[in-house]
């Protein structure tokens, strides 16, 4: 089993470190080992420069038309709700 912070967890999360895909707790204790780990220092480097020549993410079809699809339900509740006179939720008075 490996603990949180040791070298073997460390090498393990760098990946998911050089996407931002680790929570706050897991980043410092990897930043902590980071500090005295030349070779985990030296990893990172590495898969930095490989993920800047990645390509950027792109959602799926089916995410990317639940994302549309959300954002004009959006818009059009926004829109009714400056036909019926609110702004930001609230009932205009008068």
């Known amino acids: 089993m490996t ?3 040791s070298h073997r967890w460390s090498r393990a999360l760098l ?3 050089v996407l931002d895909a680790v929570d706050r707790a897991e980043a410092r204790q990897l930043e902590a080992h980071l500090a ?3 070779t985990c220092r030296w ?3 590495q898969l930095r420069q490989a993920a800047d020549v990645l390509p950027p993410p792109r959602p799926s079809e089916e995410l990317w038309k639940r ?3 959300d954002v004009r339900a ?3 509740e926004q829109g ?3 036909q019926h006179g609110e702004a ?3 009932t205009k008075a008068g």
């Open 3 to 5: 603990h949180p912070g």
């Open 15 to 17: 990946g998911a470190y």
């Open 36 to 38: 005295g780990c030349a």
């Open 43 to 45: 990893e990172l480097t």
């Open 67 to 69: 994302i549309v699809a």
């Open 74 to 76: 959006t818009e059009q």
């Open 80 to 82: 009714e709700h400056e």
């Open 88 to 90: 930001d939720g609230q």
